[in-house]
């Protein structure tokens, strides 16, 4: 792995950068350097796909039968089908 396929670092606290679209470090605040920053229009192009995933996620939620969620209750589980 080369260096231009690490991940950034925040110069002043180590801190991984996870969000390019912000221009300070989400740990400590930081001024991050300008060519680690999304563009604007980069930036709106993550932003339209990202609500698009987060709907696409809610429609196939809504289609789930609700007895199927992993988080139901137990006692429901136990109600509808019996001892385990």
């Given at each position: 792995?080369?260096?231009?396929?690490?991940?950034?670092r925040?110069p002043?606290?180590?801190?991984?950068?996870?969000?390019?679209?912000?221009?300070?470090?989400?740990?400590?605040?930081?001024?991050?350097?300008a060519e680690w920053?999304?563009?604007?229009?980069?930036a709106?192009?993550?932003?339209?796909?990202?609500?698009?995933?987060?709907?696409?996620?809610?429609?196939?939620?809504?289609?789930?039968?609700?007895?199927?969620?992993?988080?139901?209750?137990r006692?429901?589980w136990?109600?509808?089908?019996?001892?385990?």
């Amino acid at each position: 792995m080369d260096a231009s396929e690490l991940p950034c670092r925040c110069p002043k606290c180590n801190a991984l950068v996870v969000d390019r679209r912000s221009p300070v470090c989400t740990t400590c605040r930081a001024a991050l350097p300008a060519e680690w920053i999304m563009t604007k229009e980069q930036a709106a192009k993550t932003n339209a796909l990202d609500q698009e995933m987060r709907a696409d996620h809610a429609a196939s939620i809504r289609t789930l039968a609700p007895r199927s969620d992993p988080n139901m209750p137990r006692i429901i589980w136990l109600m509808d089908m019996g001892k385990p």
